[in-house]
């Protein structure tokens, strides 16, 4: 097979690889959006000095991170409706899933950030009579934000990744495509491989989008002690 | 009149009895010295009167506020978490590490909490911020972040942050302890010359000489009790324990 069948093949197929690869990016980024507010809520929710808040926060980090994705799309396309007596489309269970265990894994990495900010920052504002609420928010998280970073970066990969999962209830993302495609050609090696390099280059795309991002954001840089401190 | 009462204050720290029945008055107005040997408990002492530690047996009267070990209350009131908190505001905590908050510019430090606890007009605070920060030489360094400055300029923000939430009573966690000897003067100045002014203090600290200069009282702690109180002259320089005077032996 050389390059040139390579590269004829996917133009050939340019539509339904386009196709899948918007699915795709558009699974990831729904259920990352998604699962940065519902982490942020989990964790803060785990903890809360309320015990009501708390056990059900942690039941559900738990159940979210210790269950397959595979499981999780599949119960959630199958077995939830019957609990709630709602339907949803397969693109919708899809995100949903990937929230969920995205939620999880998310919650977790915010909990170690919040918990790695040194307890006198903790005290300093409540000693000068800030609730709760208030220094989470204003001293706490924004420091812990710096250090969660990477480790959110980290969970856009996996995201990104375990959307080729939802092809199971036929969602028609890149990898359901390149099965469709390998039914009409019989060509399974060069398919597969044209999709797996797709996905390796998306991924890369995106963990270089975020560092030069990441590096862009002003506060970034505002923890380096600077060499010429007095 | 008595600012601050304690009463048969028990704190443990799981098996560690840190503070053991202790009885201790503070008049308003009064700047305290505590000194003491480590352990003796005398930064829990202070920690327990910012609600930061919970104690077990007793009670803390602050003005009006009692601190019992199953919550604050005002008469017969318990407080609830808003309301402890605004009790804290009221009291003002320098800690030996400064716990300024790094992400945040000195300006930015010292009106966070006057803007966003107080809800003061940021006009009126950023002024007001201004010029206390003149009065402890770091005007020049309004929009610094923490990170780059000395460790006593550090303190002394940290000092001005306190300050800022006009408190009625004052605690000094060791403010000096973290510093370079030459550092700290600077910073005994600024508590001398701005932090105390008539107001209710207590400084727990190492510094002799400068207890000797500042304080109306000097309370000497040992293995979580008071053994000795009273003006510096007596404790210092007359002291009437055995314990009081091995530690100021130590000194000499």
């Known amino acids: 097979m050389s390059l040139e069948r390579l590269a004829f093949l996917v133009w050939e197929y340019r539509d339904a690889f386009a196709a899948g690869v918007l699915i795709t990016i558009q699974l990831s980024i729904l259920g990352m959006l998604i699962s940065l507010a519902g982490g942020l809520v989990l964790c803060l929710a785990g903890l809360s000095p309320t015990r009501i808040l708390r056990w059900p926060a942690s039941l559900l980090v738990e159940f979210f991170r210790n269950t397959p994705i595979l499981v999780q799309v599949v119960w959630v396309h199958f077995a939830l409706p019957e609990l709630i007596g709602v339907k949803f489309s397969a693109f919708t269970s899809s995100v949903i899933a990937l929230a969920m265990q995205s939620s999880g894994y998310l919650a977790e990495e915010y909990r170690a950030g919040i918990e790695s900010i040194d307890r006198g920052q903790f005290e300093a504002a409540q000693s000068l009579g800030m609730t709760y609420p208030r220094l989470m928010r204003r001293i706490i998280i924004p420091q812990a934000a710096m250090r969660m970073l990477p480790g959110i970066l980290n969970q856009f990969v996996t995201c990104f990744k375990s959307t080729s999962i939802v092809s199971v209830i036929a969602v028609p993302d890149l990898m359901y495509h390149a099965g469709l495609i390998v039914s009409a050609t019989f060509l399974p090696m060069p398919i597969y491989t044209i999709v797996a390099l797709m996905y390796f280059v998306m991924v890369l795309l995106v963990s270089w989008l975020v560092n030069v991002l990441a590096r862009r954001l002003p506060s970034y840089s505002q923890f380096v002690r600077r060499p010429e401190a007095a | ?252």
């Not at chain 2, 009895?17 to 002492?45: Q, W, Y």
């Not at chain 2, 000497?220 to 530690?247: I, K, N, S, W, Y």
Request: aromatic residues 4%.
């Open chain 2, 1 to 252: 009149m008595n600012l601050l009462e304690l009463r048969a204050v028990d704190k443990f720290f799981g098996a560690n009895h840190v503070l053991r029945g202790l009885d201790l008055d503070i008049e308003d107005g009064a700047t305290v010295a505590i000194l003491g040997p480590s352990g003796s408990g005398k930064s829990t002492l202070v920690r327990c009167i910012n609600c930061l530690e919970k104690i077990q047996a007793g009670t803390i009267t602050v003005g009006d506020t009692v601190i019992e070990p199953r919550g604050v209350r005002r008469g017969e009131h318990t407080l609830s978490a808003r309301a402890i908190a605004k009790y804290r505001s009221s009291v003002g905590m320098v800690f030996q590490n400064f716990n300024l908050f790094p992400h945040m510019t000195t300006l930015a430090n010292v009106i966070e909490a006057p803007i966003g606890v107080a809800k003061r007009p940021r006009a009126e605070v950023v002024a007001e911020a201004l010029e206390l920060l003149e009065k402890v030489n770091l005007a020049d360094k309004a929009d610094a972040y923490p990170a780059t400055l000395s460790g006593g300029q550090q303190q002394r923000v940290a000092i001005v942050r306190s300050l800022m939430m006009q408190p009625r009573l004052m605690l000094f966690d060791e403010p000096t302890s973290a510093l370079d000897p030459e550092l700290t003067g600077e910073v005994l100045r600024v508590i001398r010359d701005l932090a105390i002014g008539g107001r209710t203090s207590i400084i727990v600290t190492h510094e002799l000489e400068f207890a000797r200069e500042v304080a109306t009282k000097i309370v000497f702690m040992a293995e979580g009790r008071v053994v000795e109180q009273g003006p510096p002259e007596m404790v210092l320089d007359a002291p009437r324990e055995q314990r009081t005077r091995e530690f100021l032996r130590g000194f000499k």
